[in-house]
């Protein structure tokens, strides 16, 4: 009998595991996520012409929101998950979706006005986290912003195994404020499936302050 291996991954996936990925949207959906994710695009205040990063994108919801809400930003959203990303590509033809990992990104200083992050830095480690914000450092123009949502503690258990790493939001605004960002305070909402979420707006100061 053939043996099946399971496909190493160096990154934490959406839903846990490959094999739970079909399950992914209609899960997400029932727990809450696209209220998080429309109330994150309305946090970033969107406007036409925007260049929009989106990091650890998955199928591609948030980006599909954000994209609707103003279709005339230039929005690149990357994930390291093949699997992820095919099933984005089939939501939207009008999005860079891209293979890539936020704590390494492919792009110039300064060139993106706002970057836009949902449910995925609970996927990363101490050390990912840490590149990860001085990289949203980098690639973000002076004035810019980033925001964030991610949980605090979840309210559900689907995925739940996989020993992803909660943060309280001190504790993530106190990640962006040593990489260099304005913070502002957090929104914390608690919402009964989803669970305890925060919300994050950093602005990068602009350099002649
Ligand atoms: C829970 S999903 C969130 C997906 C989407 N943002 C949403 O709100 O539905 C977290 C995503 O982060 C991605 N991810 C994990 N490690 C990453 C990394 N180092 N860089 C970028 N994305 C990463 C995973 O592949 C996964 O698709």
Same mark, same amino acid.
């Given at each position: 009998?053939?043996?099946?291996?399971?496909?190493?991954?160096?990154?934490?996936?959406?839903?846990?595991?490959?094999?739970?990925?079909?399950?992914?949207?209609?899960?997400?959906?029932?727990?809450?996520?696209?209220?998080?994710?429309?109330?994150?695009?309305?946090?970033?205040?969107?406007?036409?012409?925007?260049?929009?990063?989106?990091?650890?994108?998955?199928?591609?919801?948030?980006?599909?929101?954000?994209?609707?809400?103003? *279709? /005339?930003? &230039?929005?690149?959203?990357? !994930?390291?998950?093949? =699997?992820?990303?095919?099933? @984005?590509? %089939?939501?939207?033809?009008?999005?860079?979706?891209?293979?890539?990992?936020?704590?390494?990104?492919?792009?110039?200083?300064?060139?993106?006005?706002?970057?836009?992050?949902?449910?995925?830095?609970?996927?990363?480690?101490?050390?990912?986290?840490?590149?990860?914000?001085?990289?949203?450092?980098?690639?973000?123009? *002076? /004035?810019? &912003?980033?925001?964030?949502? !991610?949980?605090?503690? =979840?309210?559900?258990?689907? @995925?739940? %195994?996989?020993?992803?790493?909660?943060?309280?939001?001190?504790?993530?605004?106190?990640?962006?404020?040593?990489?260099?960002?304005?913070?502002?305070?957090?929104?914390?909402?608690?919402?009964?499936?989803?669970?305890?979420?925060?919300?994050?707006?950093?602005?990068?100061?602009?350099?002649?302050?």
């Amino acid at each position: 009998m053939t043996k099946v291996t399971p496909i190493e991954h160096d990154y934490l996936p959406a839903a846990g595991r490959d094999a739970l990925l079909p399950l992914y949207d209609a899960m997400t959906r029932l727990y809450g996520a696209r209220w998080a994710h429309r109330r994150l695009v309305r946090r970033a205040d969107l406007s036409s012409g925007l260049r929009v990063l989106e990091i650890g994108c998955g199928t591609g919801n948030l980006a599909v929101a954000a994209k609707r809400s103003q *279709p /005339g930003i &230039a929005l690149t959203a990357l !994930d390291p998950d093949p =699997l992820a990303l095919q099933r @984005a590509h %089939r939501k939207s033809v009008e999005i860079d979706f891209e293979r890539g990992y936020s704590q390494e990104l492919r792009f110039a200083d300064g060139v993106f006005d706002r970057a836009l992050s949902a449910f995925m830095v609970h996927h990363l480690d101490d050390e990912s986290t840490k590149n990860t914000v001085a990289e949203l450092f980098r690639v973000i123009r *002076p /004035g810019g &912003a980033v925001h964030i949502v !991610d949980f605090v503690e =979840l309210g559900h258990t689907f @995925a739940r %195994r996989d020993q992803p790493t909660f943060r309280s939001a001190p504790e993530v605004s106190k990640q962006l404020t040593d990489a260099g960002f304005a913070v502002e305070k957090p929104e914390v909402v608690r919402r009964r499936m989803l669970g305890t979420v925060a919300f994050y707006a950093a602005i990068k100061p602009a350099t002649d302050q």
